[in-house]
């Protein structure tokens, strides 16, 4: 019997992050999803009740509390079994991933922002240069993933590579034309190669 609830939508990036840390750790079973369809604009009354901020992925409790924000989820779960630790506890190799995981998500800001700019915002209202500034936001992380970070990557597949992997994901789903994969050679071999685990197999958006 699961004691906690996930708001969730399969087509989350940031709840794909949460889902990949329950299979990369054994805790799926722990968790029933609840699925719910939001955006900006037409925001889900149960969970801007449970995180006023209107997001997912939000987390019930079994004591009936709500965490909110991927991040903090994501450190919650890790705490939650005995394996190794996906972020790392302690030292600079926890500040040096949680900052690639940062960047990650900062990928994934800008891609949703962008996904919201050309899908809700009616066409006579997008502004080109805004959009511009979210793509080369996208550009620059992968630049430099792709210059300082291969070997790290490769190294663990922790809270720094799961949040790259899902943004790499997300990328594919809603930013196809970007062609990412023809400027950065290094990490589409290396999401090639993550992609084929199990939990990213089993999370892959619909
Ligand atoms: N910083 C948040 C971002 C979550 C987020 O933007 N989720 C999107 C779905 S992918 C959402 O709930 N959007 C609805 C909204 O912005 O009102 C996190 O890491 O959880």
Not at 80 to 85: K, L, M, P
Request: with cysteine; hydrophobic share 40%.
């Amino acid at each position: 019997m699961s004691s906690m609830t996930l708001y969730h939508s399969p087509s989350s990036p940031f709840v794909r992050k949460i889902s990949v840390l329950l299979h990369e750790t054994g805790q799926v079973e722990r968790v029933a999803l609840r699925e719910v369809q939001l955006s900006p604009t037409a925001p889900h009354a149960e969970v801007t009740a449970d995180n006023p901020a209107g997001k997912i992925p939000a987390l019930r409790l079994a004591d009936g509390s709500v965490l909110h924000d991927s991040r903090v989820i994501f450190d919650y779960l890790d705490q939650q079994h005995v394996g190794e630790a996906l972020i790392p506890p302690s030292g600079h190799a926890r500040w040096r991933r949680l900052t690639m995981a940062s960047l990650a998500d900062a990928i994934l800001d800008a891609a949703v922002l962008l996904r919201y700019e050309t899908f809700l915002r009616p066409e006579e209202k997008r502004w080109d240069e805004w959009q511009q500034a979210q793509q080369d936001k996208i550009e620059r992380a992968l630049a430099y993933f792709e210059r300082d970070c291969l070997a790290e990557l490769a190294s663990h597949f922790d809270v720094a590579a799961i949040g790259l992997a899902c943004s790499l994901g997300y990328l594919d789903l809603r930013q196809p034309k970007l062609g990412w994969r023809a400027r950065y050679a290094g990490l589409a071999g290396w999401y090639a190669d993550v992609s084929q685990r199990p939990s990213m197999q089993a999370t892959q958006p619909k």
